[in-house]
Nanobody
């Protein structure tokens, strides 16, 4: 099992930036693909961005493409989500998800493909 802890959420004005981090730990925290998903009140959880453990494969939701960047962090087993030009529609709880023991270039946009989830971090963008 992979344990995940998100950090970096908060309140920001429209047009501002935030950086979320996802730290993975546990005996199976290597060879892990990581995805970010979000859920706004009254809405279904939706895909945001994902990265393979090699870092060579990245996918973004159309709604965040060009504004958000997913990357491997400097700390081991850490993935960052840099969010720029934030909009009120980006307001949601952001969840980090992981799937272990995957091929180097594998990742997915489907939340059902990820078995480990963090507790979530709130991002609020004011207009």
């Amino acid at each position: 099992q992979v344990q995940l802890v998100e950090s970096g959420g908060g309140l920001v004005q429209a047009g501002g930036s935030l950086r979320l981090s996802c730290a993975a730990s546990g005996r199976s925290s290597s060879n892990v693909a990581v995805g970010w998903f979000r859920q706004a009140p009254g809405k279904e959880r939706e895909f945001v961005a994902t990265i393979s453990w090699s870092g060579g494969t990245k996918y973004y939701a159309d709604s965040v493409k060009g504004r958000f960047t997913i990357s491997s962090g400097n700390a081991p087993n850490t993935v960052n989500l840099q969010m720029n030009s934030l909009k009120p529609d980006d307001t949601a709880v952001y969840y980090c998800a992981a799937r272990k023991n995957v091929l180097a270039g594998w990742t997915s946009r489907d939340s059902n493909d990820f078995g480990s989830w963090g507790q979530g971090t709130q991002v609020t963008v004011s207009s």
